[in-house]
């Protein structure tokens, strides 16, 4: 099953998507952040009202670093699923292509008498702005000669990922200065290596895997919310799911080995012959002859025997562990 790339408006490859995801498994590789949209906060109660609004503890963060979020409603389902980042004069929302107006409208209509303004930014204060991610990310952003503001640490079930940004505003350097220097150290890397590393790192995306009726404690996003930074929208539900009960379904990683087909998102997961859940992405692997597949599936199913439902008759497919 191959994701349009289209949905993330990344090309598909640069060099070669086999070469690329090589580069993610074995050392680093670079995208370009072009791709997702930007809403800019500012107002002296940003921080505060950011804090409460969004998952994660926005007051935690310093000028200069970022942190993965949801943005919940009051059930805990997602509105989106972003970068917060402190950029000490306002805070800058990353989030998925198609998802910034609805997150506009959602934290805007929760502004009552705060100095808070939230607005849709159609310049971006970056000049460039690239995700480093792989097996060796760390080690190749300490070798960048960068500054403190230009490098925002990450870590998610991808590993430890690097914001690389240069500002609009900073002078000298060539237009593509730091794609350059990224270069050097990476390799730059198209949505399909992306695709197949983040399904094998158990990640899921947002418009692909998850959207607005996921909860993010089903999708074992606890990257993207904190439950002992105080009141926040939606926290309830997460605290529940978390500490008193479980979510009815489970995003999980699956796998069919020595079949390579073509499985469509949405295609039914069987236990027996019961419906147990349903597949949100996947990817065929050369080298381990197997099909690695997101997926989610409920909750009374998850230790059960699992299988799929083709053409050619009904395979088994294994629950792999997620990746930390």
Known sequence: ??????????????????????????????????????????????????????????????????????????????????????????FLLLCAPGTGERLKIHLNKH????????????????????LLLGAKAGERAASLNIEDRNLFHLKNSLGDLFLIIRYAGDAGGEPHKLEDDLSKIAVKTGFRAFDRFRIESGFPLFGIDIGTETVPVEAGLSCSY???????????????????????????????????????????????EEEAGYITSGVFSPETRAVTMLGFIRWRFLDGELSVKLEEGIFKIKRLNMTK
């Open 226 to 272: 904190s439950l002992t930074k105080g009141c926040f929208l939606g926290q309830e539900t997460i605290a529940m799911m978390t500490h008193r009960g479980h979510p009815a379904k489970k995003l999980v990683k699956l796998a069919l080995e020595d079949k390579e087909f073509d499985i469509q998102r949405g295609h039914p997961v069987f236990c027996g």
């Open 111 to 130: 502004i009552i008498s705060d100095d808070v303004v939230v607005e849709r930014t159609e310049e971006s204060p970056f000049a460039e702005a690239f």
């Open 1 to 90: 099953m191959e994701v349009p790339s289209d949905i993330y408006n990344l090309p598909g490859e640069f060099s070669g998507s086999r070469e690329e995801y090589l580069a993610l498994k074995e050392g680093a590789g670079f995208l370009p952040l072009s791709c997702l949209e930007q809403s800019k906060i500012t107002g002296g109660d940003r921080t505060r009202f950011l804090h409460s609004m969004l998952a994660q503890d926005i007051k935690s963060l310093k000028p200069f670093q970022a942190a993965f979020s949801s943005a919940t409603d009051n059930k805990g389902k997602m509105v989106s699923h972003l970068i917060a980042m402190n950029l000490d004069d306002c």
